[in-house]
């Protein structure tokens, strides 16, 4: 891409609030260059757009390229080999409340390059979680970086930071989306957590470097989560949380949603519990589950649970009918056992040999007995 | 004179009485006879107050005089050697050797030996403390004890090796050499190496398990009784042995009770100061009622429960206890003080340590361990029966339930600035919620939360009204019954002090709902105070 493209897409991130669908799609069709010339012209009809064309003319794109990279900041726009291509399916995916559309560009500080996001999950979730919900989130986290899948969320308290906790047990990828500027650290007392992401792995941001957080940001934020995860999970979120926000955006993407259950009786679980129960969501319960459901075709296939396999489950159904006729503790004759199975007698009688012979019943001087083995 | 009287104490339970100890020696038929209830090991102590005052190189009273010794008052059944010196002395001033007057306002304890030399005797700080209520300013005790008796202030301790310094000592003599007192039986005869481990052990050794973190300090803030249910190798003993460290040092009114239960216990050594630290007690599962509540042959000694007052009672496997233990245990967990009842005797001591259950899902203890792949073996009824040792009363009488899960594979690495708190940290805090606590209830009868009563505790310190009403409707709801409900109350307090406000709102009463609940709890609830 050229440089000309790059500085007018800082100068109208400059100029917009992030997400803007309006923005996104004129820039989808005119481009950034075009759209960036046509919104500078001063010779124009109406004063909001002498207006616009005044802010842009005062603003230095290039100064703030520099500013940005003086911070350790790059801006990835599409085009470049970086830029994660997932993201362009915004470009498709319906509008939510106005906002939508790929975004203009991305701010990235730290190692990780976006276009190895593919297989990237996101973990999110309420910010006041429990115990409870923040053992799993990094549980589940955890075993999504083990197995090769990057992480992403969003920073917040509770579930989202148990998440970047999660994954920082292991090497990996561990990207946090941020609503402010990607140099900023919010919320402040998370400053350790971001700037050792920004060490390790990456922290993003749509906004330019200096911006705050505000309610409107962060909606926008949680659609790049959505767009940038090949899936997304909900491990806690009550009837009204901003996570609901995320888990929509997957489903408008068309993109795996998630939820993790809770007690019933728990109002932090509520939203997650109705995502589910209307059908948007699937239940997992732990890694492998979310592996399954993220991984490629035909890997990562979870066991279902299941207790122990006993010895007698195996038995043929007419064999069992005999087994369980056989008594515990003292033996009883063939005839007895026969009419208890209510069973003929030369058939009883094949049946106990070949219980015998896997070792499930025993023959003593009085007649046959279960043996240990049967029991266990 | 021949009329004389020395003073000491019997013990009965905790409860110490003052006992006269008259000698009366007249003139009569020969021989010695000693009245006022005396049990077998005391009617022995004329034959070795005989022989002491012999060989001590004093004439006993000659063959014509009548020794009559009476322990007064005369109702009281009472037992244990330490009644010897007193005797002895009693005898001595009778005789004149000493004068009545030295003996007037001192309390003698003692065991003799034939030689005349003295032995140390359980129980003397509880004998001292009862003595000093009694206005007695002056003690003379075996020499290794002297450090126990001085435990009590404002009184003058005279630490002695054998009778004849005893009785040099109050004629104002020089005061003869004599061997030393041999140590009380029972004394610790083996130290092993990490016989002193739990001092090693910091909360900031576990990584993870902040809930059941915050459930510890909630607990040791407010003595509350602790159960910690999960699988095996959840680390629920490391956890529990690690409750002591976050406990603040015991005040002078602790120590001094539970140096003397120690003292009673006759788990003294000498050169041993008060106890300064909480205690910890971690009885095997097959302990016996007698050991875990108190009792035993003779004596009624204080048990597990009572040495570990102002303490921690660790009760790993806790289902694996006899039943008839586990029901003994509902008076000292409903009351903090348990009473032995024993033929004339009945004694009574506090136990207001706070205790600690652990137990596993199921006697093999795999079961929900490892949730894809079961690997409990366990039948049905065995997990039943195993779940059915806790009865309901038990149950009611646990203020705080936490189930503990097993340690996942990694643990989240910690950033700087985020390391697990010590336990002097958190120490520091449940101290300020212990100090809010003394200072609400400073002149009662009870320090901590978990002591208060409830009737009490709904009258003069109830919950707000938004509070009391989210109980409320756990109530209706049946999802806590109605002991329940007076569990979360004072819990809710415990988490009102921690958090430092003045009286409890509707989130702390949330978090005491779901501490006595074992419910997972809210992230901002543990998450640290500092940052």
């Given at each position: 891409m050229t440089d000309d493209d790059r500085l007018a897409r800082v100068a109208l991130s400059r100029l917009t609030e992030p997400g803007e669908a309006k923005i996104a799609s004129l820039t989808a069709q005119l481009g950034a260059v075009r759209l960036h010339a046509l919104l500078s012209d001063p010779a124009q009809n109406t004063p909001e757009a002498r207006d616009v064309a005044t802010r842009l003319s005062g603003l230095d794109p290039a100064a703030e390229l520099e500013r940005g990279e003086r911070l350790g900041l790059r801006y990835v726009v599409p085009g470049d080999a970086e830029w994660p291509a997932q993201v362009d399916d915004l470009i498709r995916a319906e509008t939510l409340d106005h906002r939508g559309g790929p975004p203009l560009g991305l701010w990235v500080k730290g190692p990780t390059r976006l276009n190895d996001l593919e297989g990237a999950v996101a973990v999110v979730g309420a910010r006041s979680a429990t115990t409870y919900g923040t053992e799993v989130a990094a549980s589940i986290a955890g075993a999504l970086v083990r197995a090769g899948h990057p992480v992403v969320s969003g920073a917040a308290f509770g579930i989202d930071q148990a998440a970047h906790r999660g994954a920082l047990a292991v090497d990996g990828a561990n990207i946090a989306i941020l609503a402010c500027g990607a140099d900023r650290a919010y919320p402040t007392a998370h400053h350790e957590l971001l700037a050792h992401l920004g060490r390790t792995s990456a922290v993003v941001a749509e906004v330019p470097p200096g911006c705050a957080p505000t309610r409107g940001r962060f909606l926008s934020r949680n659609r790049l989560i959505a767009a940038l995860s090949r899936g997304t999970i909900v491990v806690e979120a009550a009837a009204r949380s901003g996570a609901l926000n995320t888990a929509n955006w997957a489903t408008r993407l068309n993109r795996h949603l998630m939820g993790v259950p809770g007690p019933v009786t728990s109002a932090q679980s509520q939203g997650v519990h109705e995502l589910i129960r209307a059908g948007a969501a699937s239940l997992v319960t732990r890694g492998d589950e979310v592996l399954e459901v993220v991984g490629d075709t035909g890997t990562h296939l979870a066991a279902p649970a299941r207790a122990p396999s006993r010895r007698r489950d195996t038995v043929p159904p007419r064999d069992q009918r005999v087994l369980d006729a056989v008594p515990l503790a003292r033996a009883a004759p063939v005839d007895s056992i026969a009419t208890t199975a209510g069973m003929a007698l030369l058939d009883v009688q094949a049946s106990l040999r070949r219980l015998m012979r896997d070792g499930l019943v025993e023959l003593m001087p009085h007649g046959w007995r279960l043996t240990p083995a049967a029991n266990e | 004179m021949a009329l004389a009287t020395a003073h000491t104490v019997s013990l009965q339970g905790s409860v110490g009485h003052l006992i006269d100890v008259q000698a009366d020696v007249s003139p009569g038929s020969p021989g010695t006879t000693l009245v006022g209830r005396p049990d077998a090991s005391l009617n022995e102590a004329r034959d070795r107050c005989r022989m002491a005052i012999s060989n001590t190189g004093v004439q006993w009273p000659g063959a014509t005089r009548r020794v009559?010794?009476?322990?007064?008052?005369?109702?009281?059944?009472?037992?244990?050697?330490?009644?010897?010196?007193?005797?002895?002395?009693?005898?001595?001033?009778?005789?004149?050797?000493?004068?009545?007057?030295?003996?007037?306002?001192?309390?003698?304890?003692?065991?003799?030996?034939?030689?005349?030399?003295?032995?140390?005797?359980?129980?003397?700080?509880?004998?001292?403390?009862?003595?000093?209520?009694?206005?007695?300013?002056?003690?003379?005790?075996?020499?290794?004890?002297?450090?126990?008796?001085?435990?009590?202030?404002?009184?003058?301790?005279?630490?002695?090796?054998?009778?004849?310094?005893?009785?040099?000592?109050?004629?104002?003599?020089?005061?003869?050499?004599?061997?030393?007192?041999?140590?009380?039986?029972?004394?610790?005869?083996?130290?092993?190496?990490?016989?002193?481990?739990?001092?090693?052990?910091?909360?900031?050794?576990?990584?993870?398990?902040?809930?059941?973190?915050?459930?510890?300090?909630?607990?040791?803030?407010?003595?509350?009784?602790?159960?910690?249910?999960?699988?095996?190798?959840?680390?629920?003993?490391?956890?529990?042995?690690?409750?002591?460290?976050?406990?603040?040092?015991?005040?002078?009114?602790?120590?001094?009770?539970?140096?003397?239960?120690?003292?009673?216990?006759?788990?003294?050594?000498?050169?041993?100061?008060?106890?300064?630290?909480?205690?910890?007690?971690?009885?095997?599962?097959?302990?016996?009622?007698?050991?875990?509540?108190?009792?035993?042959?003779?004596?009624?000694?204080?048990?597990?429960?009572?040495?570990?007052?102002?303490?921690?009672?660790?009760?790993?496997?806790?289902?694996?206890?006899?039943?008839?233990?586990?029901?003994?245990?509902?008076?000292?967990?409903?009351?903090?003080?348990?009473?032995?009842?024993?033929?004339?005797?009945?004694?009574?001591?506090?136990?207001?340590?706070?205790?600690?259950?652990?137990?596993?899902?199921?006697?093999?203890?795999?079961?929900?361990?490892?949730?894809?792949?079961?690997?409990?073996?366990?039948?049905?009824?065995?997990?039943?029966?195993?779940?059915?040792?806790?009865?309901?009363?038990?149950?009611?009488?646990?203020?705080?339930?936490?189930?503990?899960?097993?340690?996942?594979?990694?643990?989240?690495?910690?950033?700087?600035?985020?390391?697990?708190?010590?336990?002097?940290?958190?120490?520091?805090?449940?101290?300020?919620?212990?100090?809010?606590?003394?200072?609400?209830?400073?002149?009662?009868?009870?320090?901590?939360?978990?002591?208060?009563?409830?009737?009490?505790?709904?009258?003069?310190?109830?919950?707000?009204?938004?509070?009391?009403?989210?109980?409320?409707?756990?109530?209706?709801?049946?999802?806590?019954?109605?002991?329940?409900?007076?569990?979360?109350?004072?819990?809710?307090?415990?988490?009102?002090?921690?958090?430092?406000?003045?009286?409890?709102?509707?989130?702390?009463?949330?978090?005491?709902?779901?501490?006595?609940?074992?419910?997972?709890?809210?992230?901002?609830?543990?998450?640290?105070?500092?940052?």
């Open positions: - | 009559t010794i009476l322990l007064a008052p005369s109702d009281l059944v009472k037992r244990g050697t330490h009644f010897d010196l007193a005797i002895a002395l009693a005898i001595l001033a009778a005789c004149g050797e000493v004068s009545q007057r030295t003996l007037d306002d001192t309390l003698v304890i003692g065991e003799l030996t034939l030689t005349g030399g003295l032995r140390s005797v359980p129980g003397v700080l509880p004998m001292v403390m009862a003595a000093s209520r009694r206005s007695f300013t002056r003690v003379i005790v075996p020499e290794p004890q002297a450090r126990e008796a001085a435990m009590v202030p404002g009184m003058t301790v005279l630490g002695m090796r054998s009778l004849a310094q005893v009785r040099a000592e109050l004629r104002g003599e020089v005061v003869p050499e004599a061997a030393p007192v041999a140590p009380m039986s029972g004394s610790r005869l083996i130290e092993w190496r990490g016989s002193r481990r739990l001092t090693e052990h910091d909360l900031s050794d576990l990584k993870g398990v902040v809930d059941v973190k915050y459930a510890m300090e909630v607990a040791a803030a407010g003595g509350h009784h602790l159960m910690l249910s999960g699988p095996k190798g959840s680390g629920k003993t490391s956890l529990a042995e690690r409750l002591p460290g976050i406990l603040p040092d015991l005040s002078v009114e602790e120590a001094l009770e539970l140096t003397a239960i120690h003292s009673l216990a006759g788990a003294l050594e000498p050169g041993d100061d008060l106890i300064r630290r909480p205690p910890f007690f971690a009885p095997h599962h097959d302990a016996s009622k007698a050991s875990l509540l108190g009792g035993g042959s003779g004596r009624v000694r204080p048990g597990e429960v009572s040495r570990s007052h102002c303490g921690v009672l660790f009760l790993d496997e806790f289902p694996l206890f006899r039943s008839d233990v586990i029901d003994a245990l509902r008076q000292p967990l409903e009351s903090g003080e348990v009473t032995i009842a024993r033929g004339e005797e009945s004694a009574t001591y506090p136990a207001r340590g706070m205790v600690v259950m652990a137990c596993n899902p199921c006697p093999c203890g795999e079961y929900s361990s490892d949730l894809p792949g079961n690997r409990c073996t366990c039948t049905q009824l065995q997990r039943h029966h195993y779940s059915r040792k806790v009865t309901g009363p038990v149950h009611d009488r646990i203020d705080i339930l936490r189930h503990v899960l097993p340690p996942t594979r990694q643990e989240p690495s910690a950033l700087p600035g985020e390391e697990p708190e010590t336990s002097a940290v958190v120490r520091a805090r449940v101290a300020d919620a212990r100090a809010r606590q003394h200072n609400r209830y400073a002149g009662r009868e009870w320090r901590l939360n978990s002591q208060a009563p409830s009737a009490v505790l709904a009258r003069e310190w109830p919950l707000p009204d938004l509070g009391a009403a989210r109980l409320e409707q756990e109530v209706l709801a049946g999802r806590l019954s109605r002991r329940g409900a007076v569990r979360v109350h004072r819990v809710a307090w415990t988490v009102a002090d921690l958090r430092g406000r003045a009286v409890p709102t509707v989130s702390d009463v949330d978090t005491a709902f779901r501490l006595r609940q074992g419910e997972a709890l809210l992230q901002d609830s543990v998450a640290r105070r500092a940052s």
